[in-house]
């Protein structure tokens, strides 16, 4: 079970980097772990494309804290929303809701 969360990655942000003047920075490096993540899985580099991964999650983390919201459970809203819409598909593993 994680013992990460929204609260605690905030906090640890804000004392490493300091408190973003503008949490569109955040998203701008969530691109560059992004960029990361796709190089890391195009050479086959499954353990540098988790840590890539979790680089990510991390900063979406830090975003949700910011704002005074738990990730985790605005993923269980979505899913929520999700698993309730119809779907279809594109053949590449993607698609979109109708």
Request: avoid cysteine.
């Amino acid at each position: 079970m994680a013992t990460e969360t929204s609260k605690t990655i905030r906090e640890w942000g804000d004392a490493i980097f300091g408190q973003p003047s503008d949490l569109t920075v955040l998203v701008q490096r969530a691109r560059v772990e992004m960029d990361e993540l796709e190089q890391a899985l195009r050479e086959g580099d499954t353990a540098e494309a988790g840590r890539e991964a979790a680089d990510v999650v991390i900063l979406l983390h830090r975003v949700a804290g910011i704002l005074g919201q738990e990730l985790s459970e605005q993923v269980d809203a979505k899913m929520a929303i999700n698993r309730a819409r119809k779907w279809t598909t594109t053949g590449d593993g993607t698609g979109s809701h109708i």
